[in-house]
C-alpha cells in the first residue's frame, strides 16, 4: 500500500494567509449596488469588475475568502479542455466551438493583464497545455480534437512527443496557456475591492433571496443585504428557482501533489481522458531546494458514490499512478476539489432565469472554473452595468435549453431518482450501531428510522438525520474525508451535521440514539 500524506490540506490554502474578514452583523442592513454571494473567483472576479465600473459591492462568503472550490483547484488557466472542441462542434456547432475559443482564451489574457496591473506575484507562468491518451484505440479522438481546436482559432497542434516522462500515442497541445497560484491572485483582488470601498463578508451563509425593488439577501443571522442587482456565484446555485439542480450533474475529484526534482518537470499541462482521467501539472515551491511541486488529479466521482473501492481506495490508486509515472516523487499533500457539469457542457452564465432582470448567476464549469470564472466576471460586469455584451454572452446564457440536452437531462434526472427511491427501499448499511468502527460512519435503522452515524476515532458516537437538507436524498459517508455526502446534487457535510458544501444551506438535524 501506498504511503499517502496524513491530513487533507489544500497547498493553495497553506501556502497563502488571508486576513480574516467580518462577518455581516446579525440583523443588520447593508444597502450597495450589488450583492455578491459567494467569494471564490466567480464571485470575486465580478466583483472586482464591478468595482472597477464605480459600483459599490458587498461579497458574502459562507466560509473564506477564496477557500472553497476555488482554494482547492489545480488551478489551471486553459482554452483547452479535454476533448471539448469536438464536442461542440459535433454537437453545437463550429460557431460555438469558435465563440467558445476565443472566450476561453480571452479569459486567460484578461487573468494575466489583470495580475500584472495589480502587481501581485501569484506564480503566473505561461506553459503550453496538453489533451494526451496512450492507448492506440483514442488516437482518432485526439486528432479530430486537434482539428476542431485550431478550427475554433487556438493554437492547436497534433503531436506525439510531450515533456511527459513516458509514452503517449498522442496529444492536442495548445500554446499560450497558463498557470498560477489561485488563491494569491484572489487575495489581491478581493483587497483591491477593499480599497475601492467594496465590502467583503466571511463566515456569512446566504439562507434567502427576495427578488423584489431592491433585492434583499438573507443571512442565517438575520443580516441583510439589500441591492439594486445579486450575482449567485456559490459553485452550486443555493436557490432553487431556477431549476439548475435538474440540469447539473456535480463531480468530485482527488488531488495529490509531490515534489519532484526540478529536471523531471514536464514543462506544462497535461489531462488524459482515460483511467478515471489523469491531470498534471507542476508548481513552484519556495521550500523544495529547488524542487517544483507536481500536482496530480483524477479519480473522478460523483459525491456520495465513489464507485470502485472506497475514496480512500481512490486515493491510493493516485498516488501509486503519481509514483508509478513520476519515480523520483515525494507526495507532499492530498485535498479533493468539487465542480458540476451542465447537460450541454457549457456553463451558465447571465440572468439567473426568464423572469429576472436583476439577478444573476455563474455555475457549471465542469472543472474549468479559473478560466470560465475570469470570463463570468467580465460578462456579469456587462450585462449589470449595460456595457456592450460580448459576441460570445448567448453562448452562456442559463435560460437556454436546447433539443440536444434532451437526452442527457433526462440521463441525469434518472440517476437523481434512482438514488431517491433506491437509497429507500434498500435495507440499512449496517445492522447495528455496534458495527460502525472508530473514525467511519454509516446509515443504520434505529428503533425504526434511518440515522446516519459516525464514531469518532476516541468512540463517541454521532447521530444525524440521513435526510440532505436540499430536497431530501439520503447522505453517504466518505470515509477519507470524514464528511456525509449527498449523492443526488453534491452537498456535503460535517460530521457535526454543519453545512460544508451546497447547495444545502441548513445542517443535518441532530438525532438521538434513545429516542423511539
Not at 511527459?164 to 491572485?185: D, I, M
Not at 427578488?211 to 432553487?240: I, K, L, M, Q, S
Request: proline share 6%; net charge neutral; aromatic share 8%.
Amino acid at each position: 500500500m501506498t504511503t499517502l500524506p496524513v491530513g487533507y490540506e489544500s497547498y493553495w490554502m497553506l501556502s497563502a494567509a488571508a486576513t480574516p474578514q467580518p462577518a455581516l452583523p446579525p440583523d443588520s442592513r447593508v444597502e450597495v449596488d450589488v450583492a455578491v454571494v459567494g467569494g471564490g473567483i466567480a464571485g470575486l472576479s465580478a466583483a472586482w469588475e464591478l468595482a472597477r465600473a464605480g459600483r459599490s459591492v458587498a461579497v458574502l462568503e459562507s466560509d473564506r475568502l477564496a477557500a472553497g472550490v476555488t482554494g482547492h483547484t489545480t488551478a489551471k488557466l486553459s482554452a483547452l479542455q479535454g476533448l471539448s472542441y469536438s464536442w461542440l462542434r459535433a454537437h453545437r456547432s463550429a460557431e460555438d466551438a469558435r465563440l467558445y475559443a476565443l472566450s476561453q482564451q480571452g479569459a486567460v489574457e484578461h487573468a494575466a493583464a489583470i495580475a500584472e496591473r495589480l502587481g501581485v506575484d501569484c506564480e503566473f507562468e505561461r506553459v503550453p497545455a496538453h489533451t494526451y491518451v496512450e492507448s492506440a484505440e483514442h488516437v482518432a479522438e485526439i486528432q479530430d480534437e486537434a482539428r476542431a481546436a485550431a478550427e475554433a482559432g487556438l493554437a492547436a497542434s497534433y503531436v506525439t512527443e510531450t515533456g511527459l516522462p513516458f509514452r503517449v500515442r498522442a496529444a492536442v497541445r495548445v500554446e499560450a496557456q497558463a498557470q498560477f497560484h489561485p488563491r494569491k491572485y484572489l487575495l489581491a483582488l478581493a483587497e483591491d475591492i477593499r480599497r475601492s470601498g467594496g465590502l467583503l463578508y466571511e463566515r456569512t451563509r446566504v439562507v434567502a433571496l427576495d427578488e423584489g425593488e431592491p433585492c434583499v439577501v438573507t443571512a442565517e443571522n438575520g443580516g441583510e443585504v439589500a441591492a439594486r442587482d445579486v450575482v449567485v456565484a456559490t459553485h452550486y446555485p443555493v436557490f432553487d428557482r431556477a431549476l439548475m439542480f435538474s440540469r447539473l450533474q456535480p463531480r468530485r475529484e482527488l488531488v495529490i501533489s509531490a515534489l519532484l526534482p526540478q529536471e523531471d518537470d514536464p514543462r506544462g499541462t497535461y489531462l488524459s481522458p482515460e483511467r478515471g482521467t489523469r491531470s498534471v501539472r507542476t508548481a513552484p515551491y519556495p521550500f523544495g531546494d529547488g524542487r517544483r511541486l507536481l500536482i496530480v488529479t483524477g479519480e473522478t466521482f460523483s459525491p456520495g458514490t465513489p464507485g470502485i473501492g472506497s475514496v480512500a481506495a481512490r486515493y491510493e490508486r493516485l498516488a501509486a499512478w503519481t509514483y508509478e509515472r513520476f519515480p523520483r516523487a515525494r507526495l507532499a499533500h492530498r485535498w479533493a476539489t468539487q465542480d458540476n457539469e451542465t447537460t450541454d457542457r457549457v456553463p451558465y452564465i447571465g440572468r439567473f432565469h426568464a423572469a429576472t432582470q436583476h439577478t444573476y448567476v455563474a455555475t457549471g464549469f465542469g472543472g474549468w472554473g479559473m478560466s470560465s470564472g475570469v470570463l463570468a466576471g467580465q460578462l456579469l460586469a456587462a450585462h449589470i452595468t449595460g456595457g456592450e455584451l460580448p459576441a460570445w454572452a448567448g453562448l452562456y446564457d442559463p435560460v437556454r435549453l436546447r433539443p440536444s440536452e434532451g437526452p442527457a437531462l433526462l440521463r441525469l434526472q434518472s440517476t437523481v431518482a434512482r438514488r431517491f427511491v433506491g437509497d429507500r427501499l434498500r435495507p440499512a448499511y449496517v445492522d447495528s450501531v455496534e458495527e460502525i468502527t472508530p473514525g467511519t460512519g454509516a446509515l443504520v435503522r434505529v428503533r425504526g428510522r434511518r440515522c446516519a452515524v459516525h464514531r469518532t476515532p476516541e468512540g463517541e458516537l454521532r447521530a444525524l438525520s440521513p435526510r440532505c437538507t436540499h430536497l431530501g436524498c439520503l447522505v453517504r459517508f466518505n470515509d477519507a474525508e470524514v464528511a456525509w455526502e449527498c449523492p443526488c446534487h453534491g452537498s456535503r457535510f460535517g460530521t457535526d451535521g454543519s453545512v460544508i458544501q451546497g447547495p444545502a444551506t441548513r445542517p443535518l438535524e441532530p438525532r438521538d440514539l434513545g429516542e423511539e
